[in-house]
């Protein structure tokens, strides 16, 4: 399959290393916020062909999917002049602004025959598919309870991440939604009950810190955190059961551990597991979804899900 990038910032960067390790993907081509971003973009990476515009990228016929990695207030409309185009789309967390944009996109997606995917690779994670696995087999006897955190530290951003009309949030936007998108995705169920503590930063009037806690259509609870004020964190992920306990250590976070503890209450058994490239992991994935005509994971539906909890924790009424 055949890639365009829309944006030229330092994910886009990851963006580009990821799709090289694939099993075949291939980044044609790029579209910066300016030509000379795009090219001095294609310079650093080595990859991709400059496009001057949105459309000139789009109205090529050799690039089958588009991935979005530009501010969140633009995920909309670009998802939906890529589907309009007849691209397949992949657009990175948060799915955009409000549920009525989320609606409108899976919609226009759907209306034109082309997959919808988002950016929430932490579900490729191996030791992620393992307590999936372990919990949708009963391994753990009944689900009591899912924990997960990201816990970073980071200044003040200066950038468009600052403003709330862009981004929407900050460290919910930024990588608190991976850990609420992981605990339904290893509950295998949706959020019915979430609440919310929130500290909001002096400077911005954002968001800096959240303790949530939550409660899963099948029953099981679940508590999260994320802060962008936290050094040295562990960032752990646990599934507790009646029967037995997983625990992913450290494999939340820009560089993910695979180190994963099994307990049953007599014993602790702790390996390690191999954490390939997530995002190339995820490209691949995408392409099999396209290639077999079914959902992504994570789908549209997923970032709608993802985007109407996010307000009901922030206190927004959802527009959708």
């Not at 691209?87 to 944009?101: G, I, N, S, Y």
């Not at 605990?183 to 009037?205: H, K, N, W």
């Not at 995820?282 to 996010?310: C, I, K």
Request: proline share 5%; net charge neutral.
């Amino acid at each position: 399959m055949q890639w365009g990038l829309i944006g030229t910032g330092g994910h886009a960067e990851r963006i580009a290393a990821a799709i090289g390790k694939t099993r075949g993907e291939r980044l044609a081509g790029v579209v910066g916020s300016s030509p000379d971003k795009a090219a001095a973009f294609v310079a650093r990476t080595g990859v991709g062909v400059v496009f001057p515009t949105l459309e000139a990228l789009l109205q090529d016929a050799a690039i089958e999917a588009i991935f979005i990695a530009t501010p969140n207030e633009r995920h909309r409309l670009e998802t939906e002049q890529a589907a309009a185009a007849g691209k397949h789309v992949l657009v990175e967390k948060p799915m955009a602004l409000t549920a009525d944009d989320c609606q409108s996109m899976i919609a226009k997606c759907r209306a034109a025959g082309v997959k919808l995917g988002i950016g929430f690779q932490a579900r490729h994670h191996p030791v992620h598919r393992e307590i999936r696995r372990a919990i949708a087999e009963g391994e753990l006897g009944d689900l009591v309870l899912l924990q997960g955190e990201w816990l970073t530290a980071y200044p003040p951003w200066r950038n468009w991440r600052a403003d709330p009309a862009r981004a929407g949030s900050d460290v919910l936007g930024a990588v608190g939604v991976h850990v609420l998108d992981l605990l339904s995705f290893l509950a295998g169920a949706d959020v019915v009950e979430p609440a919310a503590i929130v500290d909001t930063s002096p400077e911005t009037r954002m968001d800096q810190t959240l303790a949530v806690s939550l409660r899963f259509e099948n029953g099981c609870l679940g508590a999260a955190t994320m802060t962008r004020r936290s050094r040295a964190p562990f960032n752990v992920v646990r599934a507790l059961g009646t029967r037995g306990t997983i625990t992913g250590i450290g494999t939340l976070g820009m560089v993910p551990t695979g180190r994963m503890q099994k307990s049953d209450g007599s014993q602790i058994a702790e390996t390690t597991l191999p954490v390939p490239d997530l995002l190339a992991v995820q490209f691949d994935a995408f392409a099999h979804a396209v290639a077999t005509d079914t959902e992504p994971s994570a789908s549209g539906t997923d970032g709608l899900n993802s985007v109407l909890l996010s307000e009901r924790l922030l206190r927004r009424p959802g527009s959708g």
